[in-house]
């Protein structure tokens, strides 16, 4: 099957968990539930293309959960799940697929069995979604008193999941033309327009995180995985330029040379932080911090550190250590070595004992040994579950 898009809503707030993340943005064993969700459906053999409907003022956390992956501009969604899916759906309007799958990005445990089930019932059906009988009685109960009133025959009634299967063009129209009538998902504005909606087999695993129960059942499903250990590495050298001071590992070295550079020419940051950064997988400095952008003109660079430091927590990665050397014939190192060990590992919020630095120089050999500037070469490890 071809010509089938995923439209992954990621739009929510995630009110119901108390946590300072969007719950599609919290880490789960270091990958986020967005990142997670979204690969499932890229990872799909006969999955054209996967769209994720944003919150505006998520972009932030869109931008750092889906670094590397192959995705288009994020659509804008709306206020509620149901005016998301329809941003969506109208965002497809010019390239009418003839398939589409809506999906919470809050269930990262979709498997590519379900997406099968429901990709092949759609041959044969405009709508199709999956579903789990219930297992529990199921109960009128009194929301105020608590006491029941009924006890329903459970054997008709069944909790439907999601990726919600449909022929574009059709639930295109019946969202729009249902949008004035609150429904909590795709199918029931399906049934609205009188489209056929056939159930297939859902499973336990694709829950939706909604509760913070949810997430910490998330994370036991996952607890197996053992955190994975990398290696970053990261290199640097700036010139020496006219001045009286210099600055490396956030430390301020009086010297009769200063170095040139866009920033404050931290050498030994810039290289610690491509080490961070490469570690995770994500790119360099220039991908997060541009050198044509002005405003990092004379920054202070701990600002990079700081940025590598939050794209660590955000996956839940930690740091295991750090090996500097800088490599230059002046200025000594050796007398600043113990601040700037504690300047790092300040930013960083980590033991200066998974800090090491060191000196060296080329022998008078080179540019280095010409004294003509300095280079660091920076390694870290990372853990990352
Ligand atoms: N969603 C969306 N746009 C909205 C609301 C929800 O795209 N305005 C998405 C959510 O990001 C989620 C899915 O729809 O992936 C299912 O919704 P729900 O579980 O209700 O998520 P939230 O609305 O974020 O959570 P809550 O209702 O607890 O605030
Ligand atoms: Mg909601």
Known sequence: MTDCTVLVLAAGTGSRINNSLPKQYIPLNGKTVL??????FLSHPHITTVHVVISKEHKTFYRNAIVGL???SPIYGGD????SALKGLTHLWKKQPKYVLIHDAARPFVDHKLIDRV??????CKAAIPGIRLADTLKRVHSEGRSVTFTMDRKDFW???TPQGFHYQEIHAAHADFANEEVSDDAAIAERAGLEIAVVDGNEQ????????????????LSNDHPETRIGSGFDVHPFREGDHLFLCGVKIDHDKALKGHSDADVAIHALTDALLGGMGLGDIGTHFPSEEDRWKGANSKIFLEKAKHLLLERGAKIGNIDITIICETPKINPHRERMTSSLATTLDIDSSRINIKATTTEKLGF????????????ATIYIK
Request: aromatic content about 2%.
């Open 35 to 40: 990142r997670r969700t979204v690969e499932i």
């Open 70 to 72: 192959d995705l288009p």
């Open 80 to 83: 509620t799940r149901q005016q």
């Open 119 to 124: 990709l092949n019932k759609l041959v044969t």
């Open 159 to 161: 909790c439907i999941q």
């Open 206 to 221: 694709n829950f939706k995180i909604t509760t913070d129960n949810d997430v910490e059942h998330a994370k036991k499903l």
């Open 368 to 379: 280095l040994g010409r004294g003509e500037g300095i280079a660091v070469q920076a390694s």
